[in-house]
């Protein structure tokens, strides 16, 4: 696909999003400013990727360390940076610094991780802390049942901030389906943050390219959008 077609998509699927978005905060009770659209980038070239921030685009997630490197020379520097996929520990040095917020905080010994290596380069890194919010085997994170406690033992690590909490829902056939763990992970956050147990809890990141508009309706104010924006995944440009 030429880069005029890719590009001419980008922004059909842009407003389309934006308009979903809109439409879905204002029956939360929301403007459409409230939620940050983050564009999942893997495997989308860097020059597509600064056409996307160049149109509209502040915020932009790497799934893989790797990739996340290999590109990072050649992406703007005017937009902000996420590590959103599976992090091991031993991948942390190499992440540390060059991201705003890690969003896949999924146990504490990655917690106290990323805390040693910030210590060390001298800065604090801002975390969200992955839910397993259908108890769902093949996933990582915390139960719902663990947040608490957890979220509890990392205000004791130094070098890291929380955020807020992510997730990945189990796939599901109807929206009403996928709206009962929105809604579970919603009534979390707001538990969580009305505690004050860590002041700096505000960001609730759920909701992908087949269910972000459900998503938002159900409380999130961040999403993370892949192949909605971009389409599929196999970019050349």
């Given at each position: 696909?030429?880069?005029?077609?890719?590009?001419?998509?980008?922004?059909?699927?842009?407003?389309?999003?934006?308009?979903?978005?809109?439409?879905?905060?204002?029956?939360?009770?929301?403007?459409?400013?409230?939620?940050?659209?983050?564009?999942?980038?893997?495997?989308?070239?860097?020059?597509?990727?600064?056409?996307?921030?160049?149109?509209?685009?502040?915020?932009?997630?790497?799934?893989?360390?790797?990739?996340f490197l290999s590109k990072e020379?050649?992406?703007?520097?005017?937009?902000?940076?996420?590590?959103?996929?599976?992090?091991?520990?031993?991948?942390?040095?190499?992440?540390?610094?060059?991201?705003?917020?890690?969003?896949?905080?999924?146990?504490?010994?990655?917690?106290?991780?990323?805390?040693?290596?910030?210590?060390?380069?001298?800065?604090?890194?801002d975390v969200l802390v992955e839910v397993n919010i259908g108890n769902?085997?093949?996933?990582?994170?915390?139960?719902?049942?663990?947040?608490?406690?957890?979220?509890?033992?990392?205000?004791?690590?130094?070098?890291?901030?929380?955020?807020?909490?992510?997730?990945?829902?189990?796939?599901?056939?109807?929206?009403?389906?996928?709206?009962?763990?929105?809604?579970?992970?919603?009534?979390?956050?707001?538990?969580?943050?009305?505690?004050?147990?860590?002041?700096?809890?505000?960001?609730?990141?759920?909701?992908?390219?087949?269910?972000?508009?459900?998503?938002?309706?159900?409380?999130?104010?961040?999403?993370?959008?892949?192949?909605?924006?971009?389409?599929?995944?196999?970019?050349?440009?």
């Open positions: 696909m030429t880069e005029k077609l890719l590009t001419d998509r980008f922004d059909k699927n842009f407003a389309e999003i934006k308009g979903k978005i809109a439409a879905a905060a204002e029956k939360s009770g929301r403007r459409a400013e409230d939620i940050i659209i983050l564009a999942a980038t893997k495997t989308v070239d860097a020059d597509f990727i600064n056409y996307a921030i160049q149109n509209g685009i502040d915020y932009i997630g790497e799934n893989r360390v790797q990739e020379n050649d992406v703007t520097k005017n937009v902000h940076k996420h590590f959103i996929g599976h992090l091991q520990t031993n991948k942390v040095r190499d992440i540390v610094g060059k991201v705003e917020l890690i969003q896949s905080v999924h146990s504490l010994k990655l917690a106290r991780e990323i805390g040693k290596v910030s210590v060390k380069k001298g800065i604090v890194t769902e085997e093949s996933k990582s994170g915390f139960s719902a049942d663990e947040v608490m406690s957890a979220i509890e033992q990392m205000t004791e690590i130094e070098g890291i901030c929380v955020k807020g909490l992510m997730t990945i829902p189990p796939i599901c056939d109807q929206s009403d389906q996928v709206r009962k763990y929105f809604d579970k992970m919603y009534k979390l956050f707001i538990e969580i943050r009305d505690k004050k147990l860590y002041n700096n809890i505000e960001i609730l990141s759920m909701g992908m390219s087949d269910d972000y508009d459900v998503a938002v309706e159900c409380g999130a104010n961040m999403v993370r959008i892949g192949t909605a924006l971009f389409g599929a995944r196999n970019y050349n440009l």
